[in-house]
């Protein structure tokens, strides 16, 4: 019998990458992916797969609870990547990222406890726990979210966390550092930088480029995802890292010496309003419990990423507006 998974979110970055990692990897899982189509969706992410017998698509806003509570019938798993997650929009525009993050939270872990789901694996975000200036945070360090975007983050986490204790609802939550890769949206860093740099337009890094990010290539956290599904205990929260730290004009560097020859350079510009500075998160907990390793180092998650970006620039052509592109996005009304 095959096991129905609901993927939220599934046309975003890292929802549409775990779709082709589940269906690829498990063989006995039939999965359905509801997304509302906001920004940051986008259907060609999911285009290898819409041929599968094992994969169907529902259009869907988690903040309609009716919509929800219908789409987890008869459902076993749900892995909840829906979100609005760029930093910098949340500051512009708060309120859709309490409807998606906060709100659509809620609906979820109240259908998925009406629907008597097997287990729901929540994706959370390292940004919940804010800055830290030496060591990194544990599952057990309090949350210090300091944008819009990481506190409505926080508040679903913290809904997870109730509505597991108060009414057994078997929700694993994972917290990861920032993911790269391919179908990432070009509002973000590391795609952002590629695009940039390909067309010979400088790099503008904030405040200099010196905060520290850990990265991890999106295969890597889409393996943690799949054996916290097999493997996680039900009420648990694990860290999600891989270990590269790095500062923003690391990174920066890193990617134009991977690119070669161009006319990019890295220049400096504004910060952006609560710019944490740094974090960091241990992840001995998942390694110990699920068993799961990082397969690819920083060097080698980029350059598969900058050899995607290369390749499908229809992809990202029409998304790489003059607005996403800007140097202060944070300043620009969406």
């Avoid at 189509?37 to 992410?45: E, L, R, V």
């Avoid at 259908?111 to 945070?137: P, Q």
């Avoid at 597991?164 to 993911?179: D, Q, W």
Wanted: positive net charge.
């Amino acid at each position: 019998m095959l096991d129905k998974l609901v993927v939220t979110g599934g046309l975003g970055f890292i929802g549409s990458n775990f779709i082709h990692h589940i269906i690829q990897s498990r063989k006995d899982v039939i999965v359905t992916n509801v997304d509302g189509q906001f920004m940051g969706s986008n259907p060609a992410n999911v285009r290898e797969v819409r041929g599968s017998i094992r994969y169907r698509f529902v259009k869907g806003d988690l903040a309609d609870r009716s919509f929800v509570r219908r789409v987890l019938r008869k459902t076993d798993f749900v892995v909840n990547f829906a979100a609005q997650t760029h930093v910098d929009r949340s500051i512009a525009q708060p309120a859709p990222f309490f409807e998606s993050n906060a709100r659509g939270a809620f609906n979820l872990f109240e259908s998925a406890r009406e629907n008597k789901i097997t287990k729901l694996v929540h994706i959370s975000t390292d940004e919940v726990y804010g800055s830290i200036s030496s060591g990194s945070f544990s599952e057990e360090s309090p949350l210090h979210p300091s944008s819009p975007y990481s506190a409505t983050k926080a508040a679903a986490d913290l809904m997870a966390q109730a509505w597991s204790m108060t009414y057994h609802l078997p929700i694993v939550t994972l917290r990861c550092t920032n993911n790269y890769g391919p179908r990432q949206h070009p509002e973000k860093f590391i795609p952002k930088m590629i695009i940039k740099a390909l067309h010979g337009m400088d790099i503008p890094l904030y405040g200099g480029g010196r905060q520290i990010r850990d990265w991890i290539y999106v295969m890597d956290f889409c393996n943690a995802i799949q054996m916290a599904l097999e493997r996680a205990v039900a009420g648990e929260v694990c860290n999600i890292s891989a270990g590269n730290e790095l500062t923003n004009r690391d990174v920066a560097e890193r990617l134009l010496k991977q690119l070669g020859e161009t006319k990019a350079k890295i220049i400096e510009v504004e910060d952006r309003p609560g710019h944490d500075f740094r974090y960091s998160l241990d992840s001995k907990k998942a390694q110990v419990t699920l068993g799961w390793r990082p397969d690819h180092s920083f060097e080698e998650g980029l350059a598969l990423t900058i050899d995607w970006y290369r390749k499908n620039e229809p992809w990202w052509r029409s998304m790489a507006t003059k607005k996403v592109l800007s140097e202060t996005p944070w300043k620009e009304r969406w």
